[in-house]
């Protein structure tokens, strides 16, 4: 049986996909979903497809290990940055970064790595006449040291910076948790982020 290639976008983001190494079971399902996604679909980008489509998001860090999260208005929890992308857009890397900047303000965002940070498919609940969906979610990890320049944007209420150990309380789900634990090994191995911890003193927002 002769396999026929993907377009470029979907082939670009189907060889990342595959590259990845789960650190899970349930990463590993999400990872195998995405992939039998994009073979099914070739509206997995954007955000036309009803069933559900690839999305980028950002866990940003400041040198002194914090994560940025904000109160999302519709879905009323703390998450991190991220959403669609755009149609032109076939890196999730490209949209965790637009999304981190446009609804954080944050303009210094450099990735710790160009590789996905984690893998995750959650479901969004129907709104309006917006179906229930699945969220097929690319994670990284960015650093920032301009913590102090981060403003609110109209899709979320607050936006806020948490130590790690101020997390336990805000309700994450196990896959974010995951991820947090991920990205902050990733960002204790970068040698300038992690011997400018220790003189960070920007105030909290």
């Known amino acids: 049986m002769t396999t026929l290639p993907l377009p470029d976008g979907r082939a670009t983001l189907r060889s990342l996909i ?29 955000r036309t497809n009803p069933l559900g489509h ?47 900047h446009e609804e954080t303000g944050l303009t210094d965002l450099t990735p710790l790595s160009a590789l996905p940070l984690d893998l995750d498919i959650h ?23 301009q913590p102090e320049a981060a403003t609110v944007s109209v899709e979320s209420r607050a936006l806020q910076w948490f ?9 994450l789900d196990a896959a974010l948790w995951r991820a947090v634990e991920k990205g902050r090994r990733c960002l204790a191995a970068q040698p300038t982020a992690s011997s400018s911890s220790s003189s960070s003193s920007s105030p909290r927002m």
Do not use: N
């Not at 590259?19 to 509206?43: G, K, S, Y």
């Not at 130590?163 to 309700?171: I, Q, S, T």
């Open 18 to 46: 595959a590259a990845h190494v789960p650190a899970d079971a349930a990463e590993a399902r999400d990872q195998a979903a995405m992939l039998a996604f994009i073979d099914a679909h070739a509206d997995c980008l954007g």
């Open 54 to 100: 690839f999305t980028g998001s950002a866990l940003v860090f400041d040198p002194a290990g914090r994560l940025l999260l904000l109160w999302h208005r519709k879905l009323e929890r703390w998450l991190q940055p991220g959403g669609h992308s755009e149609p032109e857009e076939h890196d999730p890397l490209e949209t965790a970064r637009r999304e981190a």
């Open 123 to 145: 479901r969004i609940p129907g709104r309006g006449d917006e179906p229930a969906h699945d969220h097929l979610d690319v994670r990284y990890a960015l650093l920032t040291r």
């Open 163 to 171: 130590a790690v150990e101020e997390l336990g309380g805000l309700g």
